[in-house]
């Protein structure tokens, strides 16, 4: 029987169609990034060494976006958790993409899953090893463009805050598929792309958190809701369900932001009818035979061409 720490063979990989984003290119080291090691995955454009260097601040700062991180995921992790329990199954094996430091991974530990965490940076792994409360959960040193266990392995994938971060989300999101088993689920949490969210997201973090790094976020890694969907479908996922996500304005900790630089503990995020900003969803593996019926129907479509 597969054990989730083992490695896939080479040969179990596919490669999904690229997405490729509105006024980017493929860069040299986004290729670096398919069959390399963690270096070249923090060298993009997008400032990823930012979570080498947060050591414990991941669950202290509150001067840092991290905050705001550590805050939405006190909601993402009580629906993801829900979500699973619901399911009511046996045979529950967590994938946790990107998992940082393991705000959710470790949350979902102590519900007794078996979790794995998988992310570029080894300090964020030792700072989530380190708060895994149940001393449970897997974490290993990984790419999110080849993750190495086998395809079928997990029962739910999730990937909170992460695919904004990859030069080519959709050969992200064809790994993701690939591990996942037919009914499997994938919950995700990301960012839309347009003036809003980058005066919102980008800006408004400039603005108000101090200690926002440079490039923490960069605008055309940003994913319309429509291209999500068209990437999951590329992939033999559907999109089940997804609503927009942001903070509680009419709460007083979100004013008090605005005003100290802080984001307290009390700080509110929540979910909203506008997925104008943020949005949050799930996606279901299409079984094996739903697949197939797909590719017929494209064969058949092709040979009428
Ligand atoms: C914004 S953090 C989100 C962390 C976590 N999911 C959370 O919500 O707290 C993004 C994470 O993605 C990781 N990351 C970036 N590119 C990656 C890649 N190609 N493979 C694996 N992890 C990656 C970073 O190291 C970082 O921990």
Redesign the pocket.
Known sequence: MFNSSEAAPANSFIYSTKFVRPGGRLKKNSQN?RGSGTKS??DSAIN?EI?EELGDRWYTATDDPVAL?RA??RVLTKWVAEKIAKQNSEDIRIL??????G??SNELGSHGWNVTG????KS?LTVARTHDGTDSVAYVL????RLPYLDSSFSDVC????LE??EEPSS?IGEIARVLKPGGRFYFHTFNRNLLAYLVVIKGLEWFVPSTPRDLHVLRYFIKPSEMKAMFKDNGLSMASVRGFGPRVSHPAFWRMLWTGHVVEDFEFEFKRSMLISYAGMAIKEAASSLSTDVTAEQTRLATV
């Open positions: 990034a995955l923090l990823n979570y991180l939405e995921e946790d993409v990107g998992c940082g430091a705000f959710l998988v992310d570029a940076s964020s990984g790419n999110g463009y990937a909170m805050d992460f971060h990859v992200v």
